[in-house]
């Protein structure tokens, strides 16, 4: 894939595009993942909450063993703080002991799932982080648009910022989600650049 995204995914539609209870039940965050506005941080969130479960904070991935809301996956919470390393799959995500459990932090995967307020602040805080390495790494240029970032603030959410980066480069990326990246980078896009409702 190009750097010019935008060309490359004419006329790539989102998965699905959240309703507009959703988004003002989105919760604003207090702090705006680096070149985004707190709206559309907002809209970012509110998508990424969307893509796979519906918004549901108690989702857990029949298929792919993703957790929350956001579909946290044991890498992601590993960067975090919140999974030992000695986790390796998200099966492991039913054991106890792969839980830090530290500072009033979950020890299982149910006390996790119904922390809301955590999972909203370990999304925007994995937002910044991937930005952060996209940016560093090239996955984030500076001359890309809002919708671009975000897109790949999406892509990164799922698949981390590394393989994110090789599918920005065209490298293929061997993941549960590839057939999905292009309708992911749509729905980044869509939440920063077209949702209806900020």
Known sequence: MSTDITLTLAGTSPIASATKELYF???LPTVAVTSLTIDQTRGLLCQLGFIYSAGDYNFLGS??????????DYLALQSLGLAKSAMTSNSDFRFEFNWMGMHGLPRSSSAFMSNTDLQDT??????ELNYESLYNSGGILLTDNIGQRSGM?????????????????GT????DLTADLP?????GRYGTEMLPYQ
Do not use: C, N, P
């Open 153 to 169: 603030l999406a892509v990164a959410h799922y698949v981390g910022a590394e393989a994110a980066l090789q599918w920005r480069s």
């Open 63 to 72: 298929s792919s063993g993703r957790i929350g809301k956001y579909q946290f």
């Open 172 to 175: 293929d990326v061997v993941t």
């Open 122 to 127: 370990l999304a925007l805080q994995l937002a």
């Open 25 to 27: 039940g989105q919760a």
């Open 183 to 187: 309708g992911i980078y749509m729905s």
